[in-house]
């Protein structure tokens, strides 16, 4: 590790940071993203103007969190996050029928799309889009660290409940100790010949989930 956590300035991403952070997330995200591994889609080229489009929405919703080292100034993880109405839930496979179209890589994700009824009582909540720790800073609690924050920010300001789709058991770790709880779950093994996946490049991460986090009168069913 180039440093240690002391050495390391958390803050919010802004759409200045776009450019940053659309770097980092080509190499530290896509590239080492099992799913993206399994559709040999591992370059911010796979997904065009999509991608773009995506990025931008976080880092304009005002809850995406990064962290730079504070030496070299170098960013070094991102959260991207952002506001989701519970109304367009059911919305966001089906309005965009030419993403869908064409990647197959989207419409697995759509698979694990929430029910409308997982935050039932709750207006928005906060759509957690990725979560990356540059390679050289791993295994030192950054990646919790930004989850922590992310919630905490949503927290202060009115957000409690959140949606991760978790596509690494390391992932689902963090979400755990978080409160998240696991509400489907996606075996690619299943799916690898519909939508030409090569599952034997992810030995050991084929399972996806889709993880909540619910204020706790929903959780409790009240």
Request: charged share 25%; aromatic share 8%.
């Amino acid at each position: 590790m180039a440093g240690n956590l002391t050495d390391i300035e958390f803050f919010i991403l802004t759409p200045d940071d776009f450019q940053e952070t659309l770097t980092f997330f080509d190499e530290q995200f896509l590239k080492r993203n099992p799913l993206c591994i399994a559709f040999k889609e591992t370059c911010k080229e796979a997904f065009g103007e999509h991608l773009n489009v995506a990025l931008k929405e976080t880092l304009e919703s005002g809850f995406s969190m990064g962290a730079r080292d504070k030496t070299t100034k170098a960013l070094i993880g991102i959260r991207l996050t952002k506001i989701t109405s519970v109304d367009n839930v059911s919305k966001q496979t089906a309005s965009d029928e030419a993403k869908l179209t064409e990647n197959n890589l989207y419409r697995v994700l759509a698979m694990l799309s929430p029910d409308e009824d997982v935050f039932r009582g709750v207006s928005s909540f906060l759509y957690m889009f990725a979560l990356a720790v540059h390679r050289d800073y791993c295994g030192h609690g950054l990646a919790s660290r930004l989850v922590k924050k992310t919630l905490e920010l949503g927290e202060e300001r009115g957000y409690s409940a959140s949606e991760v789709k978790v596509t690494n058991t390391l992932s689902e770790k963090i979400y755990n100790k978080q409160g998240f709880e696991t509400i489907k779950t996606l075996d690619l093994a299943t799916v690898e010949d519909e939508f030409g996946l090569d599952t034997s490049l992810i030995p050991g991460e084929t399972i996806m989930k889709l993880m909540v986090k619910r204020p706790p009168s929903i959780a409790m069913g009240q």
